[in-house]
């Protein structure tokens, strides 16, 4: 039985960011079609103005942020260690049962560690916070699906990081995915080639024939309509035009930059394999225009529409 409204935890990110304000101005919109609770800090959000108050949201004010010295646009370690407390609520919150899905504003991974904590960015931190080692991140707009198997590393990490393991895990939670969450019955999906060409068949590098092309063979048994590897140009132009519902890219920036050239406007962030739906919008904290109402809210509503429709589908 579906639920009347789905229960959704927002949490402000960064305190000096544009978390906060794109927060505010999502409410509105999310509070049409969920139960939203707020978790951040309440003297923050005042600095941006006020919003319409709804019967269909609550705070959870963790009144961490100093409010003497406090200013938007700066970088500090106590914003960092504020915005993993709202996670930390958060995740307190679900284990309780009180809310169904968490939307995630934009943290700074520098503020993060100069709070002496080791984390690339949420995702990892929700991750191993909730044993989930199976997580992966998904990047999508309304042109695209990509699941990354390799997250924010230098890119001449990238190469060496490649391992079947950590390929099949992907593939393979994307496939899951995109049938639960996304309600595709025959899921089709296409797997990029890490080097220039997909190596041409080992000439310009060696993964494709050493790691993926084994991994996708083995896999095709299980997954009926997947394809690789392919030249990411090649993948990742067919999944345009619809002939895919996802493409696993090998690295960042082989997702980051068509999604935000085809549309960053409708762009979320997602972690697949969390034991709840888990959703971020596709910008991240942009201290420059922090506080000056600049901030555009769309993908953040993104994400939280998304949020509350894939755990609507879990219920189905």
């Avoid at 970088?75 to 307190?92: D, F, N, P, Q, T």
């Avoid at 090649?234 to 999604?259: F, G, T």
Wanted: with cysteine.
């Amino acid at each position: 039985m579906i639920k009347s409204k789905i229960r959704v935890a927002i949490t402000m990110g960064d305190p000096s960011g544009i978390g906060p304000e794109v927060t505010l101005k999502t409410l509105p919109f999310a509070a049409e079609i969920a139960l939203v609770t707020v978790i951040g800090d309440s003297a923050v959000l005042a600095r941006l103005g006020r919003f319409k108050k709804s019967k269909n949201i609550s705070f959870r004010d963790l009144k961490n942020v100093a409010r003497g010295n406090f200013s938007f646009g700066k970088l500090k370690a106590e914003y960092g260690r504020a915005s993993l407390e709202y996670l930390e609520e958060a995740l307190r919150l679900m284990g309780a049962g009180e809310i169904d899905c968490l939307v995630t504003a934009p943290v700074s991974k520098e503020a993060i560690y100069k709070a002496g904590f080791k984390f690339n960015g949420q995702t990892e931190f929700l991750a191993w916070r909730t044993r989930a080692s199976g997580a992966v991140m998904m990047l999508l707009n309304r042109y695209f699906k990509f699941s990354l198997v390799t997250r924010h590393l230098p890119l001449n990490d990238v190469a060496r990081a490649l391992n079947k393991k950590e390929l099949t895990k992907v593939i393979s939670s994307t496939h899951e995915a995109l049938k639960k969450l996304f309600a595709f019955r025959h899921p089709r999906i296409a797997v990029c080639g890490l080097n220039p060409h997909a190596s041409d068949n080992g000439v310009i590098g060696k993964e494709e024939n050493s790691i993926i092309k084994p991994v996708v063979q083995k896999l095709k048994s299980s997954i009926g309509h997947l394809e690789g590897p392919l030249s990411s140009d090649v993948a990742i132009a067919r999944a345009y035009k619809k002939e895919y519902d996802a493409v696993i890219a090998m690295y960042h920036d082989q997702a980051l930059i068509p999604l935000k050239l085809s549309d960053a406007s409708s762009g979320v962030n997602m972690t697949l394999g969390l034991p709840f739906v888990r959703t971020s919008p596709l910008h991240g904290t942009a201290f420059d225009i922090a506080g000056k109402n600049l901030a555009d809210p769309h993908s953040m509503i993104e994400a939280v529409r998304l949020a509350v429709q894939c755990s609507k589908n879990l219920e189905t």
